[in-house]
Structure formats: C-alpha cells, structure tokens
C-alpha cells in the first residue's frame, strides 16, 4: 500500500488566525442571545460579585474579630456573622453556577445541533464532482469529529471566558483600591505571561491541524478497509492492511503527543508566573506590614485574591488551546460549508413542469477532467415513450450520457434539452423528480423493506408499495422473508442476494412514476429465470415512459427501438437489433463475441 488516502482536502490549512471566521462560527449562538444574556449574565455577574465578596470578608475576621489592634477586644459574635455570611454566599456562588452550567450546556447543545444540521444541510447539495474527490470517512470526520471538538467550547468555554475576564477586572480593581502599590507590585508579572504565551499560540494551531488531518486519514482508511474487507480477505492481504494502518495509527499518536505537549507548557507556565507573583506579594506585603500601611487581615485578602487571579488565567490560557482546536476544526467545517455545488439552480430557473419525455442532445461535449473528453459531440434525438439501449466497450460513454441527463454533471458544451427544455434552465428537483434511476450496485438503507421501496415516493400508501412490488415479482420473495414487508434489512441490505436487492430497486423507482426510466445495469445482478419475469414486467412497465438501458447484457435490450453503439465517447451506430446485426458492425462484434462465451 502506498500514501493513497492523503487527500488535499486533508493537508493542514496553513493561515492566520481568522477573525471573521471566528465571528462567523458564534454567529450560531445569536439565535440563542435573548436566552443568554439576561439568565446567563445574571448569574455570572451573581456569582462572581460573591466570589470575590468573600476574601474581603475573611480580612475583616481577621482584622475586627480575630487579631483586632489594641485596645480593641476580639468579637465572637462579629465573628460568628462574618462566617455566616460567608456561609451564604458560598451557598448563593453554588447555586448560580449550578443554575449557569447547567442552561449554558442546554444552549450549546443546540448550537452543535444546528452546526450539524447545516453541515449535513449543505453536503447533501453538493454535486458528484465533489464526492469523486473525497472519500467518504474524510467526509463523515468533517460532521463528526471536527463538529464534536466545538461542544466544550459552546458548551462552557464562551461563558467561562466572559466569567473570567469579569472575574480578573474585579480582582484587579479591589487589589488598586486596596493598596495601590501592593496591588500593581503582584499585576507586573502578568505581562511576562502574555508575552512568552505569545511564542507558542501559532506552533499550537499548527499542531491540532495536523492531529485533525491525521484523524480524517484514518477515518477514510477504515471506511474504505470496512467497504472492502471481502476483497482484502479474498486476497489475503490482512496483514499488510494492518500494517498499514499501524503506521496511520502512529502518525497520528505523535501528532497528539506534540500537540498535547505543547498545550501542556501553558500550565507551568502559569504556575511560574503565579509562584513570581506570590513571592512577590510576600516579600512586598511583609514589607508594608511592618511600615504599618497594611494589616496582616489585608495582606490574607491579597492571597487570596491573587490565588483567584491565577486560576482565571490559567483557564483562559486553557480556553486559548481550546480555541485553536476549535478553530483547526471549524476551519476545516467551513471549507465544506464554503463549497458551492457545480450543479445547481441558475437564477430565475424554472420549475419543469409534467414531462412527456422528449430528449434531444445537440453536438454535446464533456470532460470529466479538462483535456480529456469522455463525450466527443454527442447528437441524439429520442421520442417519448422510446426505449434507448446504449452498448459499447467500458469507457465508451454510456453511463456519462445518463449522468449528464440526470444532471449529476453539466456538458462542457452543447445543448440537452427535455421537452425542449434546456435542462440547465430548469429547477434541478423538478428534473430529478421526473426521472427513475436503477444502478447495478444497488443500496438498500437500514430499515424495513416497505421503508427502502417507499424511498421512492414518501407518500406512498401500503398497497402502492406492494402493488409495485408485484410488477416487479419481488412480492413472491419479500412474503417469503419472517417479516414480510416490516423485515428489517441491514444497511446496504447485506442479508439480501444481489438479485433481491436488484428488485427492490426496480419497485423504488416504478413506485416514483418517473417519465423517464434509467436502467443502468440494472439486471446485471439478477439470475436468467428472474431476469425474464422482469423483461415481461418492463414490457408493461416501460410503456409510455422514455426510457435508457445501459447494458453489458446484450440479450436483454434486444427489443429496445434504438440502439446507441458507442466508442470512445463517440457513436458509431444506430439502429435496432435487427438492424444494426444486418450490418455486421461494432454491435455484430459485440454480440457474436458475447454468445462464445455462453
């Protein structure tokens, strides 16, 4: 195995720190901000006026009622009412960070949830061309990992920063009023603190990009090695997965273990900080105790507020790496939000109304990659209710042709209209709603059988869903299972054969009545005795609807009205069976190349 799963969308955005994606990502709590402001800020404003009551108090123990000076006489009753007082702002400090905690989680539980909601929102628009180039575990890291990291800092973070920079205001206001040159001797070491946590906020950016890439690479190995587990067995080829996975695993526990390094040298950094300033307050206070300027009760005050001025910095040097994770990951959220879909509505575009299923191709060009293209000036004109058999060699075109009516890409060049309709003019839903789609590797979702035919038409009632079962022979079976139609199939259906699977496909699409019917190898997969029940129900089915079958089998477009032999991107032939077998061309090849392998 080599670096295949090292995607560009997986590098590690290397940019400043973006301020206006910052404000774009708490754009998600101005929903929330009538809820905030008045409850939250009560109570931090509640809880911190009590917090920082409660050193003065203790001075006031101390000074008044404790070590009062002469000829003063110590008061166990002031004593008493200091302690009780003390006691019930502890009490009202417990209760509104309970009461905050508790409403700011509420809050930022929503906010993860409509972060998710448009994420998922924004990538279920996004067109084929933005999924050929990414995996899918890289995909789902985006909406689960990347997303998840946000939570503690919408859940606690944002309040706590709000707390604590309220918290280190008041502190540093009381210590002036206090004693002005005491206070300013302790406050001088806290610029040091910013400076050299300065040096290291860019290196620990870095550092979580690059953990949340590696995360998204591992994540695509495992969806891919889970996808492809039979071929990797098949093959023998466990170990080498395993190794190759152990040095993804590696990569990615280095990447942790440096980042988390460098996050851990904010904590003794503050604690160097705090131990100078400490040293700083005693040396300094004891100084003023014995010039007689302050009291022993004023220099316990100091402590304690300078041990509470400490804890907030600390957090907020904590809440700065919190913040660059999330910022790593928003960034990474944003770059899918930021990606517009090639295939969308054009302003002013048109609902499609009621098709009959006219379809014309004039001398359309595409290119999948520019420089290479995969249709060379396609013209085709197709009647309503015809049915179009494309064959030809792999790589010759014929499953573009059917994207490019569905619009999962648009032409590089040309014109594809629908009744007359220039498809890129109209309303993507009302084109797609109109057209039925069966693939060879069928999907089947997690739920019950009723549940996977009903995809194709929500509003389905019961007996519709059956009834299309039936035409489809696919009631006989499906009575067969233990739960008959509530049967509960596992994601991709894998209790299923791929013959079952292929005809629950067909009764989701004729369930949708689309106007035109796509059949892309869609009885690739089905048995020769279940493959002529659903020729004779195609042949009732398909009648008033245009439809296109995209086969390997060629026995099974032998009725089709036109045949489209293509080659390269280009068509070589037209006609139907009997036609084109008169003229001993690419499709006689075909087909006498086909029956010597029978």
């Not at 990502?25 to 931090?44: D, E, G, N, R, T």
């Not at 050299?196 to 949340?212: G, P």
């Not at 648009?410 to 309709?421: A, E, F, H, K, P």
Request: hydrophobic letters at 45%; one cysteine or more; charged letters at 20%.
């Amino acid at each position: 195995m080599n670096e295949r799963f090292i995607y560009k969308d997986d590098e590690v955005i290397d940019q400043p720190f973006n301020w206006s994606q910052f404000k774009r990502l708490f754009a998600y709590m101005k929903p929330y901000a009538k809820q905030i402001i008045p409850l939250i800020v009560l109570m931090m404003i509640l809880g911190t006026i009590t917090k920082l009551t409660v050193p003065y108090l203790i001075s006031l123990a101390i000074d008044k009622a404790i070590a009062p000076k002469a000829p003063a006489v110590p008061s166990l009753n002031l004593l008493f009412l200091i302690t009780g007082a003390v006691l019930v702002l502890y009490l009202i400090q417990w209760a509104s960070n309970a009461y905050r905690i508790k409403f700011t989680n509420i809050i930022g539980q929503r906010v993860i949830y409509d972060l998710r909601a448009d994420l998922f929102k924004h990538i279920q628009k996004l067109s084929f061309n933005f999924f050929d180039k990414r995996p899918a575990g890289s995909v789902m890291v985006r909406i689960t990992n990347d997303i998840n990291s946000l939570q503690d800092l919408f859940t606690n973070g944002a309040v706590n920063v709000l707390i604590d920079c309220v918290q280190l205001v008041g502190i540093i206001v009381i210590l002036l009023l206090i004693n002005w040159k005491l206070g300013l001797a302790v406050i001088l070491t806290v610029p040091l603190m910013f400076v050299i946590s300065t040096k290291l906020r860019v290196k620990i950016r870095r550092a979580w990009q690059d953990v949340r890439a590696k995360n998204s690479r591992i994540n695509s190995h495992l969806n891919e090695s889970i996808q492809g587990i039979r071929v990797t067995q098949a093959y023998t080829q466990e170990q080498e997965n395993m190794r190759f996975f152990d040095r993804m695993n590696m990569s990615s526990k280095k990447s942790w273990d440096k980042a988390s390094a460098m996050n851990q040298g904010f904590g003794p950094m503050i604690d160097i900080t705090g131990g100078l300033g400490s040293l700083i307050l005693f040396w300094y206070g004891a100084y003023l105790i014995q010039s007689g300027e302050i009291t022993i009760g004023i220099l316990v005050a100091f402590a304690n507020y300078v041990g509470n001025f400490w804890d907030p910095i600390n957090r907020l040097g904590q809440m700065y790496n919190q913040l660059l994770v999330a910022m790593a990951s928003s960034e990474r959220i944003f770059e899918f939000m930021d990606e517009e879909p090639s295939i969308a509505d054009k302003p002013g575009a048109k609902t499609l109304p009621k098709i009959k299923g006219d379809i014309k191709l004039e001398n359309v060009v595409f290119e999948y990659e520019k420089g290479r293209p995969a249709l060379k000036g396609i013209s085709l004109d197709v009647h309503a209710g015809q049915s179009i058999a494309l064959v030809g060699h792999t790589g010759s075109g014929k499953s573009t042709i059917i994207n490019l009516l569905s619009r999962f890409y648009d032409i590089t060049s040309g014109r594809l209209t629908v009744d007359g309709y220039n498809i890129q003019d109209v309303k993507v839903e009302s084109l797609r709603s109109q057209i039925g789609i069966v693939l060879q590797d069928t999907f089947i979702f997690s739920g019950t059988i009723r549940d996977n035919i009903r995809f194709g038409r929500l509003d389905a009632t019961d007996e519709e869903v059956e009834q299309a079962a039936k035409a489809v022979d696919a009631h006989e079976f499906i009575m067969k299972l233990p739960g008959g139609y509530e049967t509960e199939v596992e994601e991709r259906g894998s209790a299923l054969s791929m013959g079952q699977r292929q005809l629950l496909s067909f009764a989701r699409a004729l369930l949708a009545d689309p106007r035109i019917l796509i059949l892309d190898e869609a009885t690739a997969s089905i048995d020769t005795e279940t493959e002529l029940k659903i020729q004779e129900a195609l042949k009732v089915l398909l009648k008033g609807r245009t439809s296109f079958m995209v086969a390997h089998r060629l026995s099974t477009i032998r009725h089709a009205d036109n045949i489209i032999v293509l080659d390269h991107g280009e068509i070589k032939e037209t006609g139907n069976h009997n036609q084109l077998m008169q003229k001993q061309g690419i499709y006689h090849g075909l087909i006498e190349a086909q029956f010597k392998f029978l």
